[in-house]
């Protein structure tokens, strides 16, 4: 069965990891861009898990960028859902989607 083709937002975020890992600044864009009506803090950490959990399912993963020369991408060892509970979590630490790629969590392409 071929999987369901991704909403715009999501083709939007792909498109991005295609040319390299993603911070929350490609969140925050393809929100503001495909989900306008997410006006306050807890609309965007909604929306934002849910456009996260979107892309799982076309190969997006969030996870960590390593401190090795070159830096690596390793994407989080945990099911779709545990990782979903982590990037909740950090988005309620901070309160909104942060606006910039200097937090912890990093997204990419896996195959």
Do not use: N
Not at 39 to 53: C, H, W
Request: no cysteine; proline share 5%.
């Amino acid at each position: 069965m071929a999987k369901d083709l991704p909403s715009q937002g999501v083709q939007f975020l792909l498109g991005h990891a295609k040319e390299d890992w993603v911070g929350f600044f490609a969140i925050t864009s393809t929100l503001q861009k495909f989900y306008p009506s997410a006006t306050s803090a807890i609309a965007r950490r909604q929306a934002a898990v849910q456009l996260i959990s979107d892309a799982w399912d076309h190969g997006l993963r969030p996870g960590e960028l390593t401190s090795a020369d070159p830096i690596i991408f390793v994407p989080w060892a945990l099911s779709k859902q545990q990782s979903l509970e982590k990037v909740k979590q950090v988005l309620d630490k901070f309160g909104d989607v942060p606006r910039s790629d200097s937090e912890s969590i990093w997204f990419d392409l896996v195959e």
